[in-house]
């Protein structure tokens, strides 16, 4: 079969066709990326092209309240600012650190129905057109899978605008408050990517973030899912499919217990299938292989480990692949304990056992 570029194996997967290969796809680390040049990868590469993998663009709208965003303390190791969520975040400098948040404004039902939701106003100069006047014809040109980056849910509202023991508890005790957010933000959505479409960019799936579990388990109840998510990941897919494209979610942690739910709605991709979270990659291709694409799930807590990821890969992508519906990558990210060397290693092993 002759190479296909990343959208022709995309489209493929999606289809539940065989193609070339399977996609590769990941997202290293600010760290890991520097650890690779520091070992030979040149500094002015693109990591994709110097791994010969696959290359999905995404266009993205600002759908934030737009509070200040403003240093308010910064020295050699750290920086505490605000966000345009309205949250107070400290930044340390180290390479690949996780920032510590330390206060949200948008805090109670109160301020975001007086305040927060009045600011999310749509808008045509919330969309970078400038950028994406340059960059889309490129993309297309050159074979890239578009997205449409969406973002809307228990993600947003509760790791970057809320918290997440003030949402957990609204969705109990205010769930008429969560909702509204939740809808709010994906009107933004389709308002925007709407406004995009009719301008001529086209776009081959909407994917968006919205993490519902943890190790072993979810934040909240399937019922609870239903009765409060759920209509608007139904109403995104929905959106997604009357315009001929799919429907790709990122949900972190184990929520194999929402995969039937998730499937009845008619999501078409699921990543990042976190293994050490409790996701079973191998049981979902058995039970879902002919309707949902599965993306992800190797585990990267192995990638420094040479013997025993490449070992993980020879065993499941030859599962994973059948029949199409499969997008290679880890089960998060790239960490930077991956040296470049095994990052080829684990390329050309992907490359060898997803080949068709």
């Not at 991709?269 to 039970?287: C, Q, R, S, T, V």
Request: with cysteine; hydrophobic share 35%; net charge negative.
């Amino acid at each position: 079969m002759k190479e296909m570029t990343s959208k022709e194996r995309f489209q493929r997967m999606f289809q539940h066709k065989e193609a070339d290969r399977i996609p590769i796809i990941d997202a290293p680390w600010e760290g890991t990326i520097k650890r690779w040049k520091r070992e030979g990868m040149p500094d002015d590469a693109d990591w994709r092209d110097y791994f010969d993998i696959d290359k999905v663009s995404r266009l993205n709208v600002d759908i934030s309240p737009q509070y200040e965003v403003k240093v308010l303390e910064e020295n050699d190791k750290q920086v505490t600012y605000t966000t345009s969520y309205g949250v107070t975040l400290r930044k340390f400098k180290e390479e690949d650190s996780t920032p510590e948040f330390l206060d949200y404004k948008v805090n109670n039902s109160k301020i975001w129905f007086e305040e927060t939701k009045k600011r999310m106003q749509e808008g045509a100069d919330r969309i970078n057109w400038e950028r994406y006047k340059k960059v889309y014809p490129e993309w297309v040109a050159k074979g890239h899978w578009l997205e449409a980056g969406f973002w809307f849910g228990f993600d947003v509202t509760h790791s970057w605008m809320c918290g997440t023991e003030t949402i957990l508890i609204a969705m109990l005790e205010e769930p008429e408050w969560v909702m509204d957010m939740f809808e709010t933000y994906l009107n933004s959505c389709i308002k925007h990517f709407d406004l995009l479409w009719d301008k001529g960019y086209r776009f081959d799936s909407i994917f968006w973030y919205d993490d519902m579990g943890y190790k072993n388990t979810t934040f909240f109840s399937i019922d609870t899912y239903r009765e409060i998510l759920r209509p608007f990941h139904n109403r995104a897919v929905e959106w997604a499919h009357n315009k001929g494209i799919y429907a790709h979610l990122h949900s972190c942690g184990d929520v194999m217990s929402f995969v039937d739910d998730l499937v009845k709605i008619g999501v078409d991709a699921l990543n990042p299938l976190e293994i050490k979270a409790g996701m079973d990659p191998i049981l979902l291709k058995k039970k879902y292989g002919n309707k949902l694409v599965l993306h992800g799930g190797l585990n990267a807590v192995l990638w420094d480990k040479i013997d025993e990821v490449t070992q993980a890969i020879l065993h499941n992508v030859p599962i994973l692949k059948e029949n199409g519906g499969y997008i290679f990558s880890s089960d998060h990210s790239i960490p930077n304990s991956v040296s470049l060397e095994n990052f080829k290693t684990i390329v050309e092993t992907v490359k060898q056992a997803g080949r068709y």
